[in-house]
């Protein structure tokens, strides 16, 4: 067959036709042919396209792989499939011209015609293999997939109405309204545009003087100045910020089982409020989410950044199994959901669908899957402490001018003690004084035959490699550890006591001891050096009972065996000893923790929590000892073996001359009193990426942990056209050279995914729905762009502007096309319903968060505090580890906040906010379901919330306007709906008024469409 007649068929198959043909053959084609070219123009996409799904080296249905020419020509199970140049007694030939094959859609008669033909010429092969993906096809994405495809910017083009336009995404939008026949809407009227305006941008409604303002101002800038004005209001990074942790599923509690709250999670959203508000870049702000631990690591903002890996549930019952294989297996699970959520947030890209087997419908390889997995395996969920230098160099001054002071006052007191305290020692040691017995404790572990307890009936566990030898508990500070069942009794006062040898002194952070709650979040605990170096410290849950005892580092504890033991006694006081004798000075802090029996256990090289981090201790434990009750110096000093070095204050007291009590007595009230006034570094933990150095990643076969293959370097998919998806790096690279590369990777300008994927986000949330309606898709299986050349040209743009998203915000709440009415057209809705070419703006309905928002700003309770810890509308109980969240509607300016500063639990429910359709933060939510109910209209009507709204907002338009039901009734659309009620409306409402009261409107006005949709 000749090339111009290959090439004509294969134009009227697939190009659209003769005239398409015509374009693609060329004068001296005879002359040019090469069978090789036209197997690679033709054939090879044939195969590619209708064969290979089923004949390739990862599924071989009949033991068939058409992807090479010695696989092809040595055929499957029934033989030999091609015979070239002999195409009737070719095999595969008789199953294509009997439509055997592909068995559920026959190839046609034109496709079968080139197939034919090809085996009749030769079979000659033309690339060594065919890469399935390369080309798409009707079941799957090639590698020219559109949006694989590099971000091109298209002009502007052409339209008849060339009045209407107000920028060029007027000009994308208007040529296609003008090619489906449809036109514009006119521009909406004021009041709707600064009501639209306000909750897109900031999630809240505007004031009706505000609109006023708005409506009067004759500046030919006015509307671009409300758009400045919104852009640069805080409250825009509140809104903003909760679609994105919508899509990165940020919740502050643990999920599954024990769904154990996570009181730290919470600088991460207020990193990503804060960052939107500041207009950070959006490459910055992605790279920073990925990497900002590694890329500044002194800048605590960027290690809060990182709450974005770790923002999904957490398998605590999974992690901590005594099974190795089914750690292994939530492992891998956990890692699915972290490079899943990566490359959907960031690339809509679905690469987590390759874990088992390439992907079903996009090119994305097995081998690619775990390449992002080897980028990503260092990923641990964690606490990191985020105080920033500055903090630090304020508390280290603050420190050194406090210690000084209460350095010169205590050795002023210790100058009157001290010569009284020799002389009762030396009493003592003459034998003039009674012994104490050593206390009894509670449990005792000796660990001599195992973790269980020696004394005390408590049965015990080893995990992550814990060793017992020599009668000591070996712990390596990586992953040992280990932890006995539930105590039986209940503990409040308490002393903690073991002997312990350290691996060496550099560590820092270690419990050697705890007393937890069941899931870690609450805990006293011996820690080692975790804020001062080699300084012994009484840890807890927050640093909530934590203080500097003030003693001197550890200098012999990797040499040789250390008792160390804290009291915790009732009145708040927390003592500590090293080797029977007092370490520092005691302090008093909150009461201690009352541990109810059966929900608290005692973990050994751990501080609190789960293994990992710099939780975990490295050394010995010789022996542990738990109290019930706070010992006295002299009975801690008696089970150390130590002679009691302990003076009691009335000892003392009655030694001294009257002059010398008054003294001391002064100087004691100026010690305290400087000890309260004691600077304290604050609480500055964020839950955020705990990263450990991983081990080199394996692919594994059909995902399965027991069936290892090769082992596999970072890198990313090789189907993004421009960005190389080899990141340079070997199977055993540092963590931090593995997200790093993965963040620049990612961030590429040349990636066409990344630009494309937000400036498609943008879009959706101020029109309701993408250009791309799968927002977290955008291969095979999701939908196709509406107006693919005004994607390109946001997601150029936004490169152009140095990826800042107000300033895409700008352009496209600018623009005619989103001022337009929302007032239906029959004819226009006939032949768009779904308004997808853009002929009208579609009304949306306020997001739950903002029907509560909103109802709070109007009824004038809305508290603006921002940031920090958030408010909880649940109560938490705790019961045999696992924590439910029980729904409240407690009272309070504190409970009035944004919504956004909710505790997000991922057990804990809101009536209101679930009625519409808040999503469950377990799982990513690209775009929210948008119902109609009966119980949204029940909860409006019946909920404690909007029940209680109803009179705040009754009360602020009394307080406003007066008795008048007139004003009353005036200043109450005013407030709810930004407008004057007609006269129909002033009377129904005065009826209502009248007969049941102003806040009877106002329940109404809650419940009414107008207040819930925006035009």
């Known amino acids: 067959m000749s090339r111009t007649h290959f090439v004509i068929l294969w134009s009227l198959v697939f190009g659209g036709g003769l005239a398409s043909a015509h374009l693609h053959a060329e004068p001296n084609a005879e002359a040019s042919f090469d069978a090789a070219q036209e197997f690679d123009d033709s054939i090879a996409s044939l195969l590619a396209r209708r064969c290979l799904e089923c004949h390739n080296p990862s599924d071989m249905k009949g033991g068939l792989d058409l992807t090479s020419s010695a696989a092809a020509l040595a055929g499957g199970d029934s033989g030999p499939s091609i015979s070239p140049g002999k195409r009737e007694k070719s095999l595969l030939w008789e199953r294509i011209i009997s439509d055997e094959m592909p068995p559920k859609s026959p190839l046609s008669a034109a496709e079968k015609e080139m197939l034919g033909d090809w085996i009749a010429s030769g079979a000659d092969w033309g690339r060594e293999s065919i890469d399935r993906f390369r080309y798409t096809s009707d079941v799957r994405a090639g590698y020219d997939w559109w949006s694989l495809q590099p971000v091109v910017r298209a ?117 990503v409020i804060a960052a939107l508000n500041r207009d950070l870049p959006f490459d910055e702000f992605a790279r920073q989410q990925l990497a900002g631990d590694v890329l500044a690591p002194d800048d605590a903002e960027a290690i809060k950044a990182t709450g974005f890996l770790v923002a999904g549930a957490y398998d605590t019952a999974g992690q901590n199994q005594q099974s190795d294989a089914m750690k292994a297996v939530v492992r891998q699970d956990e890692l699915e959901d972290i490079v899943g959520t990566t490359c959907q947030t960031f690339l809509a890209l679905t690469a987590n669908c390759a874990r088992c087997h390439d992907h079903k419908f996009d090119p994305i390889r097995q081998v690619e899957y775990y390449q992002l997995t080897s980028a990503l395996s260092g990923v641990r969920h964690g606490e990191r402490d985020v105080t920033s230098a500055a903090e630090r160099a304020e508390f280290a001054r603050r420190s050194a001018e406090t210690s000084a002071e209460l350095a010169e006052l205590a050795a002023q007191v210790e100058a009157l003690e001290s ?43 080893l995990h992550g490699g814990a060793q017992l030898r020599n009668g000591a508990l070996l712990l390596d500070g990586k992953e040992a550890f280990a932890a006995s069942a539930p105590l039986e009794t209940e503990l409040q006062a308490k002393t903690l006591e073991a002997w312990v040898s350290l691996a060496d002194l550099k560590q820092g952070g270690g419990g050697v001891m705890s007393v937890q709650s069941l899931d870690g979040a609450v805990f006293d605990a011996i820690v080692f050096a975790e804020r001062e170096s080699a300084c012994w410290m009484a840890g807890s849950d927050g640093f909530a009972r934590t203080r500097s005892f003030g003693g001197p580092p550890e200098t012999e504890g990797d040499r040789e065996l250390v008792h160390v033991a804290i009291v915790y006694a009732a009145d708040g006081a927390i003592t500590a000893y090293r080797n029977g004798i007092p370490y520092g000075e005691p302090y008093v802090a909150d009461p201690p923790v009352r541990f109810q029996a059966g929900e608290a256990q005692v973990v050994f090289g751990l501080r609190h929590g789960t293994a990992g981090g710099n939780r975990m201790l490295a050394g010995s434990i010789d022996r542990a000892q738990l109290y019930d009750r706070a010992l006295s110096p002299a009975e801690v000093a008696a089970s150390a073996g130590a002679a009691s070095e302990y003076v009691s204050e009335e000892a003392l007291v009655a030694r001294l001359s009257p002059a010398e009590v008054a003294t001391r007595a002064a100087l004691l009230t100026r010690l305290e009193a400087l000890r309260k006034s004691t600077p304290v570094l604050p609480n500055t933990t964020c839950y955020a990426v705990a990263p450990r150095q991983p081990e080199p990643a394996r692919l594994l076969l059909r995902g399965d942990i027991r069936l290892t293959a090769d082992v596999v370097k970072p890198g990313g998919v090789a189907a993004l056209a421009g960005v190389p998806a080899d990141f340079g790096l070997s199977a055993d690279a540092p963590e931090a050279e593995r997200r790093v590369a993965l963040s620049r990777w990612i961030t590429d300008p040349r990636n066409p995914l990344f630009p494309r994927v937000i400036a498609n986000r943008v879009w959706q949330y101020h029109f309701g729905i993408g250009l791309v309606d799968t927002p977290n898709d955008f291969g095979f299986g999701g939908s196709r762009p509406s107006h693919p050349l005004l994607l390109d040209w946001l997601a150029a743009t936004l490169i152009d502007e140095q990826w800042s998203l107000k300033e895409l915000h700008r352009l496209i709440v600018l623009s005619a096309t989103y001022r337009q009415t929302s007032r239906p057209i029959p004819a226009a809705a006939r032949l768009d319903a779904e308004n997808r070419w853009l002929w009208r703006k579609s009304p949306v309905r306020l997001e739950a968060e903002e029907v509560r928002d909103a109802a709070l700003a109007i009824a004038g309770e809305l508290n603006a505090v921002r940031t920090g810890p958030g408010f909880r509308d649940y109560n938490e109980v705790l019961r045999s580890g696992t924590y439910t969240y029980e729904p409240a509607d407690p009272l309070g300016p504190e409970f009035n906040r944004r919504s956004i500063y909710r505790v997000w639990a991922r057990g804990g429910r809101n009536g209101l906010l679930d009625a519409f359709d808040c999503p469950d933060p377990s799982t990513t939510t690209p775009k929210r379901a948008v119902t109609t109910t009966p119980l949204q209209a029940l909860a409006l009507l019946n909920s404690s919330f909007i029940l209680r709204m109803s009179e705040k907002l009754a009360e602020r338009v009394v307080r406003e306007v007066g008795e008048n039901v007139s004003d009353q009734i005036a200043r109450t659309y005013r407030l709810a709906y930004i407008r004057d009620p007609s006269d129909e409306e002033v009377l129904i409402a005065r009826q209502a008024v009248e007969r049941h009261g102003l806040s009877a409107l106002t329940r109404a006005i809650y419940n009414s469409n107008e207040f819930l949709y925006v035009d």
């Open 155 to 271: 002009p502007a083009p052409a339209v008849k109405d060339a009045k209407w336009p107000r920028n060029p995404v007027d000009a994308f939008v208007l040529a296609k309204l003008e090619a489906e026949g449809l036109a514009p809407s006119p521009e909406a009227d004021r009041r709707t545009l600064l009501r639209r305006l306000a909750f897109d941008l900031t999630g809240l409604p505007p004031t009706p003087e505000e609109v006023a303002a708005f409506v009067a101002d004759v500046d030919p800038r006015a509307y671009e100045k409300q758009v400045d004005r919104l852009l640069a209001s805080p409250d825009y990074g509140e809104r903003w910020a909760r679609h994105w942790l919508d899509v990165v599923r940020f919740g502050e509690s643990n999920g599954f089982e024990y769904d154990e709250p996570r009181r730290n999670a919470w600088p991460y959203r207020d990193w």
């Open 419 to 461: 010569p009284i305290r020799a002389q009762i020692r030396a009493e003592r040691a003459g034998g003039s004084a009674a012994t104490v017995s050593p206390p009894r404790p509670l449990v005792r572990w000796d660990f001599d035959e195992g973790p269980h307890a020696s004394q005390g009936n408590l049965p015990g566990t």
